[in-house]
């Protein structure tokens, strides 16, 4: 049990040197994430009577964390893959992509 707590206390102080606008994103990860089990929850326990706005729904979860990883890794500072990408730009593919993903998701809901 020490070695989970020392472990913790770790991930803890090292995460704290993380910039406050990767939290936030992180923070926007953890709740998709969330939406995303709440609708796999709403499935087991109602039923899957509109099965293609179920797997609309929850393939929007899954595109849009994917897509929010992508946006954390180009503003990430200490990722030198991304050093050449403005943070700004970064954003307006962000901004494009959801665009994109949420009109594909709107016409496969029927």
Known sequence: MDALND???????EYNKTPVKIQVLDCFLVYAVF???????HLLLVGSFPF???L?????CVAFCVLTVCLRM??????AD????SPERAFADYVLCNGLLHLVIWNFMG
């Not at 472990?7 to 102080?13: A, Q, V």
């Not at 939406?35 to 929850?41: E, F, I, K, P």
């Not at 991304?82 to 990408?85: P, Q, R």
């Open 52 to 54: 293609n706005s179920f």
């Open 7 to 13: 472990i913790l206390r770790s991930f803890r102080g």
């Open 56 to 60: 609309a729904g929850f393939l929007s």
């Open 74 to 79: 180009q503003v990430d500072p200490s990722n």
């Open 35 to 41: 939406t995303g089990l709440v609708q796999v929850a």
């Open 82 to 85: 991304f050093k050449g990408m």
